[in-house]
């Protein structure tokens, strides 16, 4: 199993004035990971701090992975938005860009994603795009026709293991529907009587073993759940004890 680790897991020690993004770099090596994946959303919007990231994931041989709470097309328009994206991208040296698929428009799609690839072409960049928490544009069905049509090396599906539950598609056949077009998975928790996402990875509705078996060895896997922790020693627990819990029972 290759594994990324997203930033939010440091959520609740983020919301602390004393702690950023930048420090969760030195933990995240320390942890094993190879795989950083930065949340805009937890950006200061300064050029300095973008900087200072791509120095210390550089500096720490961090794979860098950026993910974006956007969608590729709304209303079935593309963002125009996406270009700033992918420069902030490369501004902390990620070589992958995550962001929501969104409604897209199927008479203008095959335009829209031509200048969408010559944008990956551009920056050597790939993007992922994610199932969001709706039926109308998080199904597997939707997924797998638009990626089947328009899906490449480098555009493929941020496979969210969470969200489905949210309209009651079993993400285990979710992800047998949509395999090969999986090209990276996000893992959470979810409480499916609330519709919920949970602190951490071993408790929940969501049969995330299950879903790894039949996810191809190769494929990057991220922790993308929040923790609740008052200092940085707790997150690091709790992050070991889920991925032990699942190499255990994977094994």
């Not at 990324?4 to 004035?17: F, K, P, R, S």
């Not at 203008?108 to 690839?117: E, G, I, P």
């Not at 969200?163 to 409480?191: G, I, S, T």
Request: glycine share 6%; hydrophobic share 45%; proline share 2%.
């Amino acid at each position: 199993m290759n594994w990324v680790l997203n930033t939010i897991a440091y959520g609740d020690l983020m919301a602390q004035e004393s702690f950023g993004q930048l420090d969760i770099i030195d933990s995240v090596k320390g942890l094993g990971f190879d795989h950083i994946e930065l949340r805009s959303e937890y950006f200061d919007g300064s050029e300095q701090e973008l900087a200072d990231f791509k120095a210390a994931n550089k500096e720490a041989g961090l794979t860098v992975f950026l993910s974006v709470p956007a969608p590729l097309f709304e209303d079935g328009l593309l963002n125009p938005e996406l270009e700033d994206y992918f420069e902030l991208a490369q501004a902390v040296g990620a070589v992958q860009l995550k962001v929501n698929l969104g409604a897209y428009n199927p008479e203008t799609v095959v335009a829209d994603m031509t200048l969408v690839n010559k944008l990956i072409d551009r920056f050597s960049i790939s993007l992922t795009l994610e199932n969001d928490n709706t039926q109308a544009t998080g199904a597997s069905d939707y997924f797998k026709a638009f990626l089947q049509d328009n899906g490449n090396d480098k555009v493929g599906m941020c496979f969210d293991v969470g969200n489905f539950l949210y309209f009651d598609e079993d993400p285990v056949a979710a992800v047998k529907n949509v395999l090969p077009l999986v090209h990276y998975v996000h893992l959470k928790q979810v409480e499916q009587a609330t519709n919920t996402s949970l602190a951490g990875l071993s408790v929940g509705d969501v049969d995330i073993v299950a879903v790894l078996k039949e996810v191809d060895q190769a494929i990057l896997v991220a922790v993308e759940c929040q923790y609740k922790a008052s200092d940085i020693m707790e997150v690091e627990g709790q992050i070991k004890n889920d991925i032990e819990n699942i190499l255990s029972s994977l094994n």
